[in-house]
């Protein structure tokens, strides 16, 4: 059984909690600041072993690996306190909010061999996973165009959001570092790092906040890694539209392809493809997920690459790539120009 210190009690902390508890394959201790908080998680999910601080869980106990969910400012340093114990890590998305100790981090895991992940957790969906490997693989020749549109009632999923890390561009809030952090790193997985963006967004509708709730995006994009100097020079041109206020929770993502579209629809568990003008979508397949469904599997590849069976699902340089999006997007919304990354 591997030793498991989740840092973070609040709700995605206790949602690691309780994935890596049914993985089976765990003891879990906790570390939190708020006395009334440990106590109750602790209480729900019968922990053995809680801890007020980091210093008290690394001086008293031995961990194969931590789960950060902090606030993202706090990502980086937690990490590297960690690393320096040899500890495995697994870090909440996104990276941090800026570039400061990234470096620095990533020098020192490697120098330790530290086995590191940052949980996006999007890349555990079998249906993205399915459309990744079809583009991947050029079925429908080489991908031209990304086209994602997406929004959901943040008010009813998180109702705390006035109260924690939300409110601030400085502890990973609004919907640019929330939100579509998620879908950026998933495209970006899927057919390459983005190079050039331009940014609007705006707080719309969300009370007791004033980060934004409504973003769009254009991109460009570096093709995936091909040795075909043709897709090379080929554009690769992307769309992002999301919301936090809208009243369906749906998430849309489409790659148009030279010989065709697949779609990826996050709410319908379901990827899609049409090949022939005005045809009808085709479902390729769909999958059955239940609510915590993609955080027990991303649990369970983080234990198997503990044992070094698998690599990270994403590394630290493509989390930092995420994150550079993030800092350009942001800029970008405050400049009204074209950001270089």
């Not at 190079?195 to 570096?222: P, Q, S, W, Y």
Request: hydrophobic share 40%; net charge negative.
């Amino acid at each position: 059984m591997k030793q498991i210190l989740v840092i973070g009690g609040g709700s995605i902390g206790e949602r690691h909690v309780r994935c890596f508890q049914d993985s089976g394959r765990v003891n879990i201790s906790l570390c939190e600041i708020s006395d009334d908080l440990r106590t109750t998680v602790a209480k729900r999910y019968k922990l053995q072993q809680t801890f007020g601080s980091l210093d008290e869980a690394l001086a008293n106990s031995a961990f194969d690996a931590a789960v950060i969910c902090t606030p993202a400012h706090l990502h980086v340093a937690i990490a590297m306190e960690l690393a320096t114990h040899g500890c495995g890590i697994l870090i909440e998305k996104p990276l941090s909010i800026s570039l400061e100790g990234t470096s620095e981090l990533i020098a020192e895991v490697a120098s330790r061999q530290i086995p590191v992940s940052v949980a996006y957790v999007l890349r555990q969906h079998p249906a993205l996973q399915a459309l990744r490997e079809c583009v991947q693989q050029q079925r429908f020749g080489r991908p031209l165009q990304i086209a994602y549109t997406g929004g959901q009632f943040f008010p009813h999923y998180r109702p705390a959001y006035r109260d924690i890390y939300y409110t601030k561009h400085e502890t990973g809030g609004g919907a640019i570092q929330d939100a579509l952090t998620h879908i950026v790193n998933a495209v970006e997985w899927i057919v390459g790092p983005i190079t050039k963006l331009v940014a609007d967004a705006e707080h719309c509708v969300l009370d007791g906040v004033d980060v934004e709730d409504t973003v769009h995006l254009l991109t460009r994009h570096a093709h995936a890694d091909t040795k075909d100097s043709v897709a090379r020079a080929m554009p690769l041109l992307g769309s992002f539209s999301l919301n936090q206020h809208q009243t369906p929770n749906e998430s849309t993502l489409t790659v148009i392809c030279e010989k065709g579209t697949v779609r990826f629809e996050s709410h319908n568990n379901r990827w899609l493809s049409c090949t022939e003008p005005g045809a009808a979508w085709v479902v390729e397949e769909q999958f059955q997920i239940e609510r915590d469904g993609l955080f027990i599997r991303q649990a369970n590849m983080f234990l198997d690459q503990l044992d070094d069976k698998v690599s990270p699902a994403c590394s630290l340089d493509e989390a930092l790539q995420t994150l550079r999006v993030n800092m350009s997007a942001l800029q970008s919304v405050k400049s009204g120009a074209w950001e270089n990354l």
